[in-house]
């Protein structure tokens, strides 16, 4: 069943094989997991499992379904097509450790909310909120930025401009990726 914040209340728990199970629900507990996904360096194979125990309090017996009602979770109950949006073609427009002071801000400019203090908002409402910041918010201009397609239909001055915030606002590559980099130019200056 799809859910909406609506008509339904953004839920605190899960159902596992006909059982109700509490599952962190606070957008810090999604934003750590969003985190450790993303992080090329943490090990693949222990992904799973951390997930698991930052989403439940208790681990509930069927691991199979756990990942599925986390994943439905962390998906705001949508259909992971209608999730991905805030993923463009072009890779990710945000990351949450990187932007975390343009978030922050964002969050005190438009609804007053101090992330930082507030004891608890459900994940669920931080995406919608998160979703919906205007353009006045720095973070919406600096998404976009990352996401703008320069194309040939754009004057030259314009292309310039884009060009230039696109690499100013550029997330920053992985260690992984970064440490490949640095052997590659090891290896060049050796010659």
């Known amino acids: 069943k799809r859910m909406s914040l609506l008509i339904d209340n953004a839920p605190k728990s899960v159902n596992i094989d006909g059982a109700e199970v509490e599952i962190n629900s606070d957008f ?21 499992a951390n997930a698991l ?6 681990l509930p017996n069927n691991l199979n379904e756990a990942v599925d009602k986390l994943i439905w979770f962390y998906s705001c109950g949508k259909d992971r097509k209608e999730s991905s949006s805030k993923q463009s073609e072009g890779g990710r427009c945000y990351d949450f450790e990187y932007d975390d002071g343009y978030i922050y801000a964002a969050f005190m400019q438009q609804y007053g909310i101090d992330l ?19 353009n006045d918010c720095e973070i919406v201009k600096i998404m976009g930025y990352r996401t ?44």
């Open 116 to 134: 930082e203090s507030i004891e608890y908002l459900h994940w669920w409402k931080f995406n919608a909120l998160f979703k919906s910041l205007t």
């Open 53 to 58: 125990q930052l989403f439940y309090p208790v």
């Open 148 to 191: 703008m397609k320069i194309s040939s239909k754009m004057s030259a001055s314009e292309r310039q401009f884009y060009s230039k915030m696109k690499r100013l606002h550029a997330l920053p590559k992985s260690q992984s990726e970064n440490k490949k980099i640095s052997e590659i130019e090891k290896m060049l200056i050796k010659k």
């Open 28 to 48: 810090r507990t999604a934003i750590l997991f969003e985190q450790m996904m993303f992080d090329e360096d943490f090990p693949e194979h222990l992904k799973i």
